[in-house]
């Protein structure tokens, strides 16, 4: 079990690798509960395998994950979906089921878990739907949509099952600066209003301030820095400098 | 040498997962959720969808075979029992074979495609990420639909097949329809129609596994999806082969005791 029962997330000396290329090397990474924790680095610096780690999507090599109290890394398929069922995920392309409706998509955990009726399902897909301010689209098909709207669908998606935790992998990546606004302002509002545990992982600076309460700088698969956005920016860490000041 | 070591390896690495999924596609087929609307969706796709191809490809290869062997039989006076060379050769190894590779090639290519798309978008994370165990939903429902109707494509494709030749021995071989029937009848026995269905049973399971696994470990975008579809076809079509070899020598090992 965590020490600090106000932990929800606890990575502890997590190795991973792919042949030779060393990803994570001993990461140690703790999240609060309600908190939304930025997590920033380079591209191809292992933050999405953190993410993939944390869902049991892929396994660590060494180390321990726990989510809320449970440790995830010695766990078979089978007894990782009800933790994957915790978990909420925003993928980097979206994700969406390109052969079901948006309301499908959105509605498809509940109609794979729960014994509700399609007439609550639908209401819940509609109430989702408006939250991310895609009232309408239900019948439309993810190919129809455009780059953020997939995103909000996708986000829609990943709400529907009232998740404890929200992961959301590089979600302003290739949206221009006006969806980008929409996502971050989405992602606040889904922090403050449902109460959830966010965790963003971007390598976009703008987007990861926006809606940090605490943001951690990861580099040669560890972190390095971890504070708020003020301790961030007057942290004293090379790396931390360089990746802020951006090129110059 | 070092490469052939590598490709022994990495033919081993596939065998235990093709393996490891049959065996996990088969526990969940028996374990809830069943995805029954899944499998009929399946069942639809696989057997309704094809049912065309198999007509068309079955019938001309039961007129071609009539043909051919009807003129050769000539030569020895055997004209007259062509029918029966028809039906067995359509029943225990023709029909199977033939509807197998079809159904490899237009239903197996499309699996792999599907599922490999699936997993270069995330879509089979994605599944994961919500609860869901895609080789249950996914594999397990193709499974089924491939094991059922696979066998029922061959009987259809094989009265097709007899019904091709029929026309074609009537028509250019001048043996009656009556006659030809009772050579068809009195040729197939019980075990040929047991051989002809455990074949396809055998080979829908086969196309199922090696299509899904083929595109569960597509890789590298649009690319490693069209590889995915190519080597679904190529190994289902050996496997097809060996198979039926193996199948056909353990049946008649077995009516010899």
């Known amino acids: 079990m965590i020490e600090n029962r106000d932990y929800i997330i606890d990575f502890q000396n997590v190795y991973k690798s792919f042949g030779d290329k060393h990803v994570l090397q001993g990461l140690n990474l703790s999240i609060y509960r309600g908190e939304t924790l930025v997590i920033l680095g380079r591209s191809g610096c292992g933050k999405s395998v953190m993410l993939k780690i944390l869902l049991g999507l892929l396994p660590a090599d060494s180390g321990q994950v726990y989510v809320d109290g449970d440790e995830i890394t010695e766990l078979q398929e089978n007894a990782l979906f009800p933790i994957r069922q915790k978990i909420g995920m925003l993928f980097q392309g979206a994700a969406l089921f390109d052969s079901l409706t948006v309301g499908d998509n959105v509605g498809y955990s509940l109609k794979e878990h729960t014994k509700m009726k399609p007439v609550q399902i639908e209401e819940i897909v509609k109430r989702n739907l408006e939250f991310v301010d895609l009232k309408g689209t239900e019948k439309l098909m993810p190919a129809s949509l455009s780059g953020g709207m997939k995103k909000r669908a996708a986000l829609a998606r990943a709400m529907a099952s009232q998740p404890q935790i929200m992961l959301y992998d590089e979600p302003t990546t290739g949206l221009d600066p006006i969806t980008a606004t929409t996502i971050n302002a989405l992602i606040r509002k889904t922090q403050k209003e449902l109460g959830v545990t966010s965790i963003v992982v971007t390598h976009e600076l703008d987007s990861g301030f926006s809606v940090a309460d605490r943001v951690a700088v990861i580099n040669d698969g560890a972190i390095i820095e971890i504070g708020t956005i003020a301790e961030i920016k007057s942290s004293k860490n090379e790396f931390v400098q360089r990746f802020i000041a951006g090129p110059k | ?257």
């Open chain 2, 1 to 257: 040498m070092k490469r052939s070591y590598h490709t022994f390896i990495e033919f081993l690495v596939h065998l235990h997962g093709l393996a490891e999924l049959f065996g996990r596609a088969t526990y969940n087929i028996f374990s809830r959720p069943f995805y029954i609307k899944d499998t009929f969706d399946q069942m639809h796709s696989i057997g309704v969808r094809s049912l065309l191809i198999i007509l068309m490809t079955s019938g001309f290869t039961g007129m071609v075979l009539t043909l051919q062997s009807g003129y050769e039989m000539a030569v020895y006076g055997a004209k007259m029992y062509v029918g029966t060379l028809v039906s067995v050769s359509l029943v225990r190894e023709l029909g199977p074979v033939l509807v197998s590779l079809v159904v490899a090639g237009r239903v197996g290519a499309g699996i792999a495609a599907e599922l490999g798309s699936m997993k270069v978008t995330e879509q089979l994370d994605a599944m994961k990420a919500l609860g869901t165990n895609p080789i249950r939903k996914l594999a397990s429902t193709r499974l089924k639909a491939l094991a059922i109707m696979l066998p029922v494509l061959t009987v259809i494709g094989d009265m097709v097949g007899i019904l091709g030749g029929l026309v074609i021995a009537t028509s250019s071989l001048g043996i009656s329809s009556s006659f030809y029937w009772k050579t068809v009848t009195r040729a197939l026995g019980f075990g040929d129609l047991i051989t002809g269905m455990i074949k396809p049973f055998v080979f829908g399971i086969t196309i199922a596994i090696v299509s899904c696994y083929m595109g569960f470990n597509a890789q590298g975008g649009t690319k490693g999806v069209g590889e995915a579809t190519t080597q679904s076809v190529v190994v289902s079509s050996i496997l097809i082969f060996v198979l039926d070899f193996f199948i056909t020598k353990l049946i008649l090992s077995i009516s010899w005791m």
